[in-house]
């Protein structure tokens, strides 16, 4: 195991530890000495990575929306089996890989700061938008599969950070509801 003051951190690794610092403690905290504290490093490192905390935040905001909706959705995309299938499929991957955990601290940032308000408005248009064709590739006519998916995205964050279940709970009710929003 890599002792952590004896390893040089990337950029990712000062962008997750800004999320998990972000869902802890909100934005306003999430600067460098506090960070570099819980990375175990000096912040003299940081400014190997970023000239300075704003540098830092949209970072963050990008790793976010890249890593936790856009991946998602490619995967998604590159499914080919049955479209109520597709829509398991990103629904498991979403709930059980903890995808949707910073969604709230995102959330919260995004009402004082333009900048996260941007990414977190154009974010959710993805995941409604990309939800809503899966819902039509299902057979739903485009007001029910735009209401499903919205309902599937909705639920998909606020569960993932407010109801902290176990993974193979999480699973089990996963499949009831992906039953429900699925069916005629």
Known sequence: ?????TRRLD?????RGALELLSSVGVEKVKIVPL???LGVTSGSFYWHFSNRRQLHDALLEYWEREMTDKAIEQAKQFTGPPEDRIL???EQVMTSGMARF???IWHWAQSDAAAHTVFQRTLDKRFSFAAWMF???GFSKIQAETRGRMMVVYMMGESTLIPDAP????KRLK????????P
Not at 168 to 171: A, K, L, P, V, Y
Not at 176 to 183: A, F, N
Request: proline share 0%; glycine share 2%.
């Open 136 to 138: 039509r590739q299902a």
């Open 168 to 171: 193979g709970t999480r699973r």
């Open 11 to 15: 950029r990712e690794d000062w962008i």
């Open 103 to 105: 969604d709230l601290a």
């Open 1 to 5: 195991m890599v002792d952590k003051r």
């Open 36 to 38: 570099a504290k819980q």
């Open 176 to 183: 009831l509801k992906h039953r429900i929003l699925t069916s």
């Open 89 to 91: 499929l990103l629904m």
